[in-house]
């Protein structure tokens, strides 16, 4: 998954092995309880003790009729795919975000949770933008576990030692990565090794900053082309920064965001840009241990063209949370996902694990005093990225907004930044494919950015 696999290796598990072990969905124990099945990532261990105590151990306390099992397992979305497609697989269907759901959904493989909720009130506890990326035909198949911002983490004593500020002009930033470049630094680290979808993230934040989370919207709405002139500059705006050096240099196809955030702390670089979900990689390098956690800090990626709200996020999700259509216990399934859109849960979870839990609820009241170390620093984000989609300064993010296959068509974006095809051509091919599945009713509802 984008947010997984960019960070851990996956080794795909047997498609039998898969089937067999893990595609009973919920079971029935002695007591009478029914077992419902989640199946997530390859999340380190302290991480999946994190889970097991805040989600599976909060949920069982919480009533008497089920009991949660995760597995957690690197090849996931490689594993729900084989199980899907026999009609088997977890009760509660994680994958990497609306556009995986969406693909699942138009193939039947998913349950319509709007009665849920209806029955939770789901519609008015979260997001509007959250919600609606997850609904399909006016029906709901995914919500989001989180949302995350795109943004820039910068190390407080590189900067110093280059002499410069916290950029908040695209000048200054370009300058402050120039500086770091002649001093023999990274002008940023990040990078697609391991997965492509990562591209993802780099295209959807330079048509927030140069075309406007207002024109991506009309794209997708079909008011507008995706060979508008202000997409086709977007495009070329992430070429160039792509060939000056801006993305990891020589090494965006050798680095992952774990490897990043390790050069990052090193002082290797100034600037790590990318989704504050990597505020969870982060931690394994600037924590108490270390001492360093006061050197990190996060801001909003400043705007390339004159005129555009600001500061603006590119908007997104970490990743998604759907129902089995062929669970046998879909009220079950629904329990955990309402118990994971509660405030308690995200209070509970953001303390240990930074990053990958900023719960899309519409009042996210986390006290950030009440934390330390990253996850206050997180929870101050995520406060921040929710203020500024409430005022509508905000973009889209391909892999949360766009229909799955217009989605997968921006990975390719490579072909631009490596020169193998211009910007006007490789739009005019994302335009083919949106074309398709707009006439199939797959592009979500989506509220209007500002202009």
Request: with cysteine; proline share 6%.
């Given at each position: 998954m984008r947010s997984r696999s960019?960070?851990?290796?996956?080794?795909?598990?047997?498609?039998?092995?898969?089937?067999?072990?893990?595609?009973?969905?919920?079971?029935?124990?002695?007591?009478?309880?029914?077992?419902?099945?989640?199946?997530?990532?390859?999340?380190?261990?302290?991480?999946q003790k994190v889970m097991r105590d805040v989600l599976v151990g909060g949920f069982d306390r919480s009533q008497s009729k089920y009991k949660l099992q995760v597995t957690f397992n690197n090849a996931v979305d490689k594993n729900v795919q084989v199980a899907l497609s026999a009609n088997k697989g977890p009760d509660i269907v994680y994958g990497s975000g609306p556009a995986f759901a969406a693909a699942y959904a138009t193939q039947g493989k998913l349950a319509d949770m709007t009665p849920y909720a209806e029955k939770y009130g789901w519609k008015d506890r979260v997001l509007a933008p959250m919600y609606e990326s997850g609904t399909m035909h006016g029906k709901l198949y995914s919500l989001p576990n989180s949302l995350e911002g795109l943004g820039i983490f910068y190390n407080k004593k590189v900067l110093a030692k280059l002499g410069v500020g916290v950029p908040t002009t695209y000048d200054e930033l370009v300058a402050a990565m120039n500086k770091a470049k002649d001093a023999g630094m990274y002008?940023?680290?990040?990078?697609?090794?391991?997965?492509?979808p990562v591209n993802q993230n780099y295209i959807s934040m330079f048509l927030t900053h140069v075309a406007g989370g207002k024109a991506v919207y009309d794209a997708l709405q079909g008011t507008?082309?995706?060979?508008?002139?202000?997409?086709?500059?977007?495009?070329?705006?992430?070429?160039?920064?792509?060939?000056e050096g801006y993305l990891g240099g020589k090494d965006?196809?050798?680095?992952?965001?774990?490897?990043?955030?390790?050069?990052?702390?090193?002082?290797?670089?100034?600037?790590?840009?990318?989704?504050?979900?990597?505020f969870?990689?982060?931690?394994?390098?600037?924590?108490?241990?270390?001492?360093?956690?006061?050197?990190?800090?996060?801001?909003?990626?400043?705007?390339?063209?004159?005129?555009?709200?600001?500061?603006?996020?590119?908007?997104?999700?970490?990743?998604?949370?759907?129902?089995?259509?062929h669970s046998p216990n879909k009220d079950g399934a629904a329990e955990v996902i309402d118990y994971m859109m509660s405030e308690k849960f995200a209070q509970q979870i953001n303390k240990s694990w930074p990053g990958y839990?900023?719960?899309?609820?519409?009042?996210?009241?986390?006290?950030?005093?009440?934390?330390?170390?990253?996850?206050?620093?997180?929870?101050?984000?995520?406060?921040d990225t929710i203020a500024t989609v409430n005022k509508g300064d905000y973009?889209?993010?391909?892999?949360?907004?766009?229909?799955?296959?217009?989605?997968?068509?921006?990975?390719?974006v490579d072909s631009v930044w490596l020169g193998t095809e211009s910007a006007k051509?490789?739009?005019?091919?994302?335009?083919?494919?949106?074309?398709?599945?707009?006439?199939?009713?797959?592009?979500?509802?989506?509220?209007?950015?500002?202009?």
């Amino acid at each position: 998954m984008r947010s997984r696999s960019s960070v851990l290796g996956a080794g795909l598990m047997a498609a039998g092995l898969v089937l067999t072990a893990c595609s009973s969905g919920t079971s029935v124990s002695g007591s009478g309880t029914k077992t419902l099945q989640l199946w997530f990532w390859g999340a380190s261990p302290q991480q999946q003790k994190v889970m097991r105590d805040v989600l599976v151990g909060g949920f069982d306390r919480s009533q008497s009729k089920y009991k949660l099992q995760v597995t957690f397992n690197n090849a996931v979305d490689k594993n729900v795919q084989v199980a899907l497609s026999a009609n088997k697989g977890p009760d509660i269907v994680y994958g990497s975000g609306p556009a995986f759901a969406a693909a699942y959904a138009t193939q039947g493989k998913l349950a319509d949770m709007t009665p849920y909720a209806e029955k939770y009130g789901w519609k008015d506890r979260v997001l509007a933008p959250m919600y609606e990326s997850g609904t399909m035909h006016g029906k709901l198949y995914s919500l989001p576990n989180s949302l995350e911002g795109l943004g820039i983490f910068y190390n407080k004593k590189v900067l110093a030692k280059l002499g410069v500020g916290v950029p908040t002009t695209y000048d200054e930033l370009v300058a402050a990565m120039n500086k770091a470049k002649d001093a023999g630094m990274y002008a940023s680290v990040t990078g697609n090794k391991g997965w492509k979808p990562v591209n993802q993230n780099y295209i959807s934040m330079f048509l927030t900053h140069v075309a406007g989370g207002k024109a991506v919207y009309d794209a997708l709405q079909g008011t507008t082309k995706w060979t508008d002139p202000k997409i086709v500059k977007a495009v070329e705006a992430s070429a160039a920064f792509y060939k000056e050096g801006y993305l990891g240099g020589k090494d965006y196809a050798n680095l992952n965001f774990l490897e990043s955030m390790q050069l990052l702390a090193e002082g290797k670089s100034p600037f790590f840009f990318g989704p504050t979900l990597a505020f969870q990689f982060a931690d394994s390098y600037f924590n108490d241990k270390a001492g360093n956690i006061a050197d990190l800090g996060f801001t909003t990626f400043p705007n390339v063209t004159p005129g555009l709200p600001s500061p603006a996020t590119t908007l997104g999700t970490t990743a998604s949370l759907s129902i089995n259509a062929h669970s046998p216990n879909k009220d079950g399934a629904a329990e955990v996902i309402d118990y994971m859109m509660s405030e308690k849960f995200a209070q509970q979870i953001n303390k240990s694990w930074p990053g990958y839990w900023a719960v899309p609820l519409k009042d996210f009241n986390l006290d950030p005093a009440s934390y330390t170390g990253l996850s206050k620093a997180f929870v101050e984000s995520a406060k921040d990225t929710i203020a500024t989609v409430n005022k509508g300064d905000y973009g889209l993010f391909a892999g949360t907004f766009f229909p799955p296959a217009t989605a997968t068509a921006f990975t390719d974006v490579d072909s631009v930044w490596l020169g193998t095809e211009s910007a006007k051509s490789f739009l005019a091919d994302v335009q083919k494919t949106f074309d398709g599945e707009k006439a199939k009713g797959l592009v979500p509802p989506l509220p209007e950015p500002a202009s």
